[in-house]
């Protein structure tokens, strides 16, 4: 039987995740980008405003629907909405950002919810702009936040790259379901 991935693509606004969805996707990505008011924060001519969609197709029929959510906290509520079928995320972090540490947590915080209940892979963007911090400061963030994640450098241009992040979260979401029904089944 056929299945479904729905997987969020999170991040602060400019982390790359339209640009990842477009790598991947196989379907003309659906955009909502309108007139970025937000220069301070990011200096972009556009941004998201509530969602970008794009398709992938697996084998057997199996498909994977990636949604992007808005990177600015004024559109949380879409977060919200977005979340509730989600199988997993994809959190991207622009390594060049003011603070990328600080969005790292952040991001986790504001999806806890689904952080406890499903699969989490991080991707750090724009590496090539700058090499602080390095990946271990990422590790560490974590370690002090008792999370356990992969933590990916990744180009969100490069769609090998991105499909490896993404590979490796839907087998954190299969590992999950059959932790689960084992025990489940043990139960």
Do not use: C
């Amino acid at each position: 039987m056929p299945r479904e991935y729905i997987v969020l693509v999170a991040g602060p606004m400019g982390a790359g995740k339209t640009t990842a969805i477009a790598a991947l996707s196989e379907i003309p990505v659906v955009l909502t980008e309108a007139v970025n008011t937000d220069q301070a924060r990011h200096a972009k001519a556009t941004t998201t405003v509530a969602l970008d969609y794009g398709e992938i197709s697996l084998g057997d029929g199996d498909k994977v629907r990636l949604y992007g959510v808005p990177g600015q906290d004024r559109f949380d509520f879409m977060w919200r909405i977005l979340e509730k079928r989600s199988l997993g995320m994809m959190l991207l972090i622009d390594n060049g950002a003011t603070d990328p540490l600080s969005d790292l947590e952040r991001y986790l915080h504001h999806f806890d919810t689904l952080g406890a209940r499903s699969a989490l892979v991080v991707g750090v963007t724009r590496r090539d702009q700058g090499g602080t911090p390095p990946m271990e400061a990422y590790h560490a963030r974590l370690g002090r936040l008792g999370r356990v994640l992969p933590v990916f450098s990744v180009d969100a241009r490069n769609a090998a790259q991105v499909r490896t992040m993404l590979g490796a979260l839907i087998a954190m979401v299969e590992a999950k379901a059959a932790a689960r029904a084992h025990a489940g089944a043990v139960a």
